[in-house]
């Protein structure tokens, strides 16, 4: 397959789409290994298919990611320079001195012709007099945000994507199929190795390989995040020798659904938008406060906000916060929200009769695998888009709404520079001789110490953070990454376990980086050092040279 500088030369094999390990013809080599299925993965996809053969690679199926839950909408200024200056204006704004600003140029001025082209692959953003219709979310100045189906834009762009992958001849999907390592040839990543759910290995060589497999939220016990949100990408980045950076921001959604015994069910920012108010468990509303914004201050201020008034005198008893709608006239709020409405009625509530009873969870990770604003990491042969990578782009604190849109923007941005680089297929290394699952008791025992992760990291690395605290959070991912090498060397091998080294790597990278920055800033909070520190942070974390972490101006 011979190939000049800008441009790889298209295969004369077209491969239909597969399901499984075992279904692929050869399945050993493609031009292109793209790790998740969301925005970032099937935008790069289809970019990269124009000019070679395209692997996407899925723990479970297609629309099984964060893209599919993204609720609230998609952020896009109309494509006038006024109109771009105030979403750049916004970014910049909402990321508490941190935005790497070229990122955010780059974001909100591409944005528009992404998103333009997402309309014309038939993504189904909802219109009225064939008008495309825009609301509001916390930080913006003014409505951007445009929506599908009420409260299921993620499900929508998904859906167009995945259509338009799925009837791309050069695109093959290998899904409920686990990215397990990385494997590189001359200091270059050269594939990487798969297990299917059948515990089958494959080895697979690829002219590159994008991590788009999205973020962490699995580290926390409290999430709106799926369950295939443990991390991977950002771990086995990692693993193979790139940096990350900015991983002590994770951002905590203010509103998730809180009942005992139901799921930290997302209740979008949308609602907000559309004139919720949050009150306590007297009544009251208590926004005011804490700042002049009131409900659609940023989310980092929100969140803090709504985990200080639900402090009851335990911890592990929080007093209830609701999210109250029973004020809003004019508005069908069941047609505006359908799969809220219908989430709700499941436990017997309604927006429009009830308060509804909410607490901060886990959400979006604004870290991850350091990239140039053209998605390479720092190791040659590796790229990464999404919430799996890092540009700066959302500083300490991502504006409402624009997660979307960096995966749009950036991964068509990965791509292209992964065609651009035009790397060589390179000889993969021989690989290890495949192992066997274990038993059901370890698999117990290792679920035991992921739980006991998720709840120390929601406990001591979470909203409020301090040193002791933290110092603890560490211990027990270091004490998780223990157990998971103790069952590798018996031989172990499942996807259970490969979630579990990924979610206490990623662990010890936010709670180290959280660690280091002895101030507070967006999305991070140190009780211990509340206050901004310009002078020696006003800079981006950065993890990974032998585990220690650096502060860099970009």
């Not at 609301?135 to 409505?143: G, I």
């Amino acid at each position: 397959m011979g190939s000049r500088k800008g441009r790889i030369a298209p295969h004369p094999r077209a491969p239909a789409r597969f399901d499984s390990l075992e279904a692929m013809d050869d399945g050993t080599q493609y031009d292109f290994l793209v790790m998740g299925a969301g925005v970032a993965g099937l935008r790069a996809a289809l970019e990269l298919a124009a000019h070679g053969d395209v692997l996407v690679v899925t723990k479970e199926s297609v629309s099984e990611s964060n893209t599919h839950y993204a609720q609230g909408g998609i952020a896009v200024a109309e494509p006038e320079p006024d109109e771009i200056s105030l979403h750049l204006e916004d970014t910049v704004r909402a990321g508490d001195g941190l935005v790497h600003r070229p990122a955010a140029e780059v974001l909100v001025n591409e944005g528009p012709q992404r998103v333009a082209e997402l309309i014309e692959w038939g993504t189904r953003f909802d219109q009225r007099n064939g008008h495309l219709l825009r609301t509001r979310e916390a930080a913006h100045t003014l409505p951007r945000i445009l929506h599908a189906n009420g409260d299921a834009t993620g499900a929508e762009i998904s859906r167009s994507l995945g259509a338009m992958a799925h009837a791309h001849g050069r695109i093959r999907f290998a899904e409920w199929t686990s990215v397990t390592g990385l494997f590189s040839t001359d200091g270059s990543v050269a594939g990487a190795d798969l297990l299917d759910a059948d515990a089958k290995m494959l080895r697979v060589r690829a002219r590159a390989v994008l991590i788009a497999a999205g973020g962490a939220g699995q580290v926390y016990s409290d999430t709106t995040n799926p369950a295939v949100a443990t991390g991977d990408g950002i771990a086995l980045a990692a693993e193979a020798g790139a940096e990350l950076a900015d991983m002590e921001f994770y951002q905590f959604h203010p509103t998730a659904f809180a009942l005992a015994g139901a799921p930290r069910f997302l209740l979008s920012e949308a609602l907000r938008g559309e004139g919720a108010y949050l009150r306590n468990d007297r009544g009251e509303r208590f926004m005011e406060r804490f700042d002049a914004r009131l409900e659609l201050a940023p989310r980092d201020v929100v969140a803090r906000a709504v985990a200080r008034e639900g402090m009851g005198e335990r911890p592990d008893e929080p007093r209830p916060v609701y999210l109250d709608m029973r004020h809003v006239t004019g508005m069908d709020l069941h047609k505006r929200f359908p799969g809220i409405s219908a989430f709700l009625a499941k436990y017997g509530l309604d927006l429009q009769r009830d308060p509804i009873p909410v607490r901060p969870a886990a959400h979006y990770l604004m870290g991850g695998v350091k990239t140039d604003l053209d998605g390479r990491t720092t190791v040659n042969g590796l790229y990464a888009a999404g919430e799996a990578a890092c540009t700066g782009v959302h500083g300490a604190n991502r504006l409402a709404s624009n997660s979307l849109l960096e995966g749009l923007v950036f991964g068509a941005r990965a791509a292209k520079a992964m065609l651009a680089d035009a790397l060589p297929l390179r000889e993969a290394p021989e690989a290890a001789d495949e192992r066997r699952d274990r038993t059901i008791e370890e698999k117990a025992g290792l679920g035991d110490s992921i739980a006991g992760l998720q709840r120390s990291m929601w406990r001591n690395a979470g909203l409020l953070r301090e040193r002791a605290a933290l110092g603890q959070a560490l211990a027990d991912a270091e004490a998780c990454a223990a157990t998971v090498a103790q069952f590798a060397g018996l031989g172990a091998q499942s996807r259970r376990l490969f979630e579990a080294r990924a979610m206490s790597r990623v662990a010890q990278a936010i709670v180290r980086s959280a660690l280091a920055r002895t101030e507070s800033r967006g999305a991070h909070f140190r009780t211990d050092h509340p206050q901004h520190d310009d002078a020696r942070f006003r800079k981006h974390s950065v993890y990974g040279r032998k585990a220690d972490v650096v502060f860099e101006s970009w």
